[in-house]
T-cell receptor, first 112, second 115 residues
Framework: AQSVTQPDIHITVSEGASLELRCNYSYGATPYLFWYVQSPGQGLQLLLKYFSGDTLVQGIKGFEAEFKRSQSSFNLRKPSVHWSDAAEYFCVLSGGYNKLIFGAGTRLAVHP | DAGVIQSPRHEVTEMGQEVTLRCKPISGHNSLFWYRQTMMRGLELLIYFNNNVPIDDSGMPEDRFSAKMPNASFSTLKIQPSEPRDSAVYFC?????????????FGPGTRLTVL
């Protein structure tokens, strides 16, 4: 079965601190993986995506993610968090045609 | 480009009323998706169109829900009759290509409240 697990529902970090959001997936082959961000009251915006090749993927707003096949993980990282990064982050799997399977989301709070 | 346009942004209605949500995808995009977001169930795909044809409607919860895409630039999601449990944020998304791995561009959503 195809699924995405984000084990952390809420995370709070201090501004300037590093960030890592965890994501694990279940899929029978190499998946397409995405991270989307949703700011309050807004739609979803793509941060980055992994299809194949280099397992370290760079995205917008200084985010990066690393695909680890052995761990079925696709964790999102940022070296220094800004207050404007407070939002909800979704790890997403595309296993077939265009169907996206969303994780439950991780809500990030940033303390000044 | 204006992005995916959804209307209305907010809708409050009474149980039993018909609700119609509208979506204009990004020009040139061939695929269109309707999602529902709730606290309990997260983001769920309701239906997916490719070249105006419904491809997968397995996520449509009940017969009270219907979706149409009469042309490449317009889609509707209708709920008739509406019920309080339909209260959610409904997102429309479009994608330039069919096939796995293509980015979907999301609209701002319609927040539906059914009293």
């Amino acid at each position: 079965a195809q699924s995405v697990t984000q084990p952390d529902i809420h995370i709070t970090v201090s501004e300037g601190a590093s960030l890592e959001l965890r994501c694990n997936y279940s899929y029978g082959a190499t998946p397409y993986l995405f991270w989307y961000v949703q700011s309050p009251g807004q739609g979803l915006q793509l941060l980055l995506k992994y299809f194949s090749g280099d397992t370290l993927v760079q995205g917008i707003k200084g985010f990066e993610a690393e695909f680890k096949r052995s761990q079925s993980s696709f964790n999102l990282r940022k070296p220094s968090v800004h207050w404007s990064d407070a939002a909800e982050y979704f790890c997403v799997l595309s296993g077939g045609y265009n169907k996206l399977i969303f994780g439950a989301g991780t809500r990030l709070a940033v303390h000044p | 480009d204006a992005g995916v346009i959804q209307s209305p942004r907010h809708e409050v209605t009474e149980m039993g009323q018909e609700v119609t949500l509208r979506c204009k995808p990004i020009s040139g995009h061939n695929s269109l998706f309707w999602y529902r977001q709730t606290m309990m169930r997260g983001l769920e795909l309701l239906i997916y169109f490719n070249n105006n044809v419904p491809i997968d409607d397995s996520g449509m919860p009940e017969d009270r829900f219907s979706a149409k895409m009469p042309n490449a630039s317009f889609s509707t999601l209708k709920i008739q009759p509406s019920e309080p449990r339909d209260s959610a944020v409904y997102f429309c998304a479009s994608s330039p290509l069919a096939g796995g791995g293509n980015e979907q561009f999301f609209g701002p959503g319609t927040r539906l409240t059914v009293l």
